[in-house]
């Protein structure tokens, strides 16, 4: 279990800061939110709140590299992919493990620190499922990642809880309002885990990790991506359309983003990795746009 060269400063190679970035942003939109509702969050519990996402999250970007080691042998480097670290250092595999279920462990532990500061104990909850989530995502027996159910975790967790925890920070639980809310950002969830998927799709195939892209191909994948882009650019304005701060105009214009990288990628019709890739990331790239977009005007209009 020893990092051997480099000393455990090598672990940081596994954290996808895309990815903490997205969850950051999927808080504080959720956050927003509750405010806009009527909440007033102490400082405390937004913080305490937001160490309870990030653990969780960062611990399961550990899980997943050391229980794909295996499978991840034959896939190629991705803008948005991991570091494939484990790879070529079986060594350093004990070591993730045990960082995952310590970062897990430092995630419940902030739970507690949230309720006594005030947060309620519906972040409890959210973060027992949310940390179990990522656990079943790629552990064995399990593996909801190869029994395609991976979408959908990956969908609840950024679409849904991610935010929620934002909610429940500002507003002391979810509401029925949030649901609503929250029904766009679970489609572009959707959407974000066939993007990430997309490039590995020969690799995936070889480990028998049959999440949807493996078993139906990037053709119709990449199509998938587009109907559900569309039905969230209609979905937000629709839903989002009274929030205080934002237009229905405005949710249009960043509803079209992913819409129109999702278009492109279907008349591309990448077969190839390395095209595949540049699509993928391209529409990761427009669901960031979206959320630091919602932030940003939520922020500004506040």
Same mark, same amino acid.
């Given at each position: 279990m020893s990092a051997g060269t480099g000393g455990w400063l090598v672990y940081l190679r596994l954290?996808?800061?895309?990815?903490v970035l997205g969850g950051l942003l999927g808080y504080c939109l959720g956050a927003l939110l509750g405010i806009r509702a009527g909440g007033r969050p102490e400082p405390a519990v937004l913080v305490a709140c937001y160490m309870v996402v990030v653990l969780g999250d960062v %611990?399961?970007?550990f %899980?997943? /590299?050391?229980y794909d080691a295996e499978g991840d042998a034959g896939s190629l480097p991705k803008t948005f992919g991991g570091s494939n670290l484990l790879v070529g250092r079986p060594d350093l595999r004990g070591? /993730?493990?045990a960082a995952s279920r310590l970062l897990s462990v430092a995630s419940l532990g902030f739970v507690l620190v949230s309720v006594l500061a005030g947060a309620g104990t519906q972040i409890a909850v959210l973060a027992v499922a949310a940390n179990l989530l990522g656990i079943l995502y790629s552990a064995p027996p399990v593996r909801l990642v190869s029994r395609g159910l991976g979408e959908a975790s990956i969908a609840v967790g950024t679409g849904f809880m991610i935010p929620a925890a934002g909610y429940i920070a500002a507003a002391g639980g979810v509401s029925e309002r949030f649901l609503v809310l929250s029904a766009p950002l679970v489609i572009l969830g959707f959407c974000l885990s066939l993007s990430l998927e997309a490039p590995d799709m020969? /690799?995936?195939r070889i480990a028998g990790k049959l999440n949807l892209v493996a078993r139906w191909g990037r053709e119709a994948s990449t199509k998938l991506v587009a109907a559900a882009s569309a039905a969230a650019a209609l979905a937000l304005p629709y839903f989002w359309g009274?929030? %205080?701060g934002l237009s229905g105009a405005t949710l249009t214009v960043l509803g079209a983003f992913p819409l129109a990288a999702a278009a492109f990628a279907v008349l591309s019709r990448a077969e190839d990795h390395k095209p595949a890739d540049r699509l993928s990331s391209a529409y990761i790239v427009s669901l960031l746009v979206v959320l630091a977009g919602l932030v940003g005007l939520l922020a500004v209009s506040g």
């Open positions: 954290i996808r800061p895309p990815i %611990s399961t970007h %899980s997943n /590299a050391y070591g /993730a493990l020969e /690799a995936d009274d929030v %205080s």
